[in-house]
Nanobody, 128 residues
Framework: QVQLVESGGGLVQAGGSLRLSCAAS????????MGWFRQAPGLERQFVAAISRSGGTTDSADSVKGRFTISRDNAKNTVYLQMNSLKPEDTAVYYC?????????????????????WGQGTQVTVSS
């Protein structure tokens, strides 16, 4: 299995930027599709972005398209979420997640239940 540790959260003004990192340890990182989710107080955890094992395929929620970019560095066992033009409604705990893949699949998914491994989360607060 894989262990995930997020970092890079914090307090930022609206319009600012943050880059979240998720460091993975355990099984080969390139065996996993990776995703970012977020959860605001009182709300369900929601999909933000996902990336395939090679990084060649990505997907993101409509609410963050054009502002957030997911990427990965398999040599560093790390996935990133670059967040630009942040809005107060982006305030949430951000979670990194991993889905084990078989063979050479470049599968990506936005379905929360398909991810078996989760980090502890990192808080992002955007002030207006």
């Amino acid at each position: 299995q894989v262990q995930l540790v997020e970092s890079g959260g914090g307090l930022v003004q609206a319009g600012g930027s943050l880059r979240l990192s998720c460091a993975a340890s355990g099984r080969p990182f390139s065996s996993y599709a990776m995703g970012w989710f977020r959860q605001a107080p009182g709300l369900e955890r929601q999909f933000v972005a996902a990336i395939s094992r090679s990084g060649g395929t990505t997907d993101s929620a409509d609410s963050v398209k054009g502002r957030f970019t997911i990427s990965r560095d398999n040599a560093k066992n790390t996935v990133y979420l670059q967040m630009n033009s942040l809005k107060p409604e982006d305030t949430a705990v951000y979670y990194c997640a991993a889905k084990r893949l078989l063979g050479n699949s470049e599968y990506v998914t936005k379905i929360l239940g398909e991810y078996a491994y989760w980090g502890q989360g990192t808080q992002v607060t955007v002030s207006s």
